[in-house]
């Protein structure tokens, strides 16, 4: 967060609006990794949250690269990443692909990528 708000500030931003900000981006993340099963309807072509951004973690490194977009969708529109669909993923497509031994635990996920051999 604070890398990505910190030029903002540099540049003029006040903080209270930074503070702001850097709360809303904090709400959004949550509700795009909430695992929860929305039903928002058509806003799934606007709204980046969990039902469409959960195409971004598709244990595939080519299908999984797309719905990058943090509040909208739009840039993936316009670039033409964006997918959605019937075709949501569910348990057991998302995650790492060729690595079913992928740490689950929190502190041991934000270590994995320091290991050696891996």
């Known amino acids: ?3 990505g708000v910190a030029p903002l500030v540099l540049l003029g931003m006040p903080s209270d609006v930074a503070w702001l900000l850097a709360f809303a981006v904090a709400i959004q993340l949550i509700l795009q990794h909430s695992n929860v099963d929305m039903k928002i309807g058509p806003l799934i072509y606007i709204w980046a949250v969990a039902p469409a951004h959960r195409h971004h973690h598709l244990a595939s490194q080519t299908e ?3 719905n990058f977009g943090l ?3 739009l840039w993936d529109h316009l670039l ?3 997918r959605s669909g ?3 993923p569910r348990t057991g497509q998302i ?3 060729g690595r079913p031994d992928y740490p ?3 502190l ?3 270590a994995e990528p320091f290991r050696r051999g891996v």
């Open 108 to 110: 041991r996920q934000r």
């Open 104 to 106: 689950r635990g929190y």
């Open 64 to 66: 999984g690269d797309v």
């Open 71 to 73: 509040f909208t969708s």
């Open 95 to 97: 995650g790492v692909s």
């Open 80 to 82: 033409g990443t964006f």
């Open 1 to 3: 967060m604070t890398a």
């Open 86 to 88: 019937a075709d949501t």
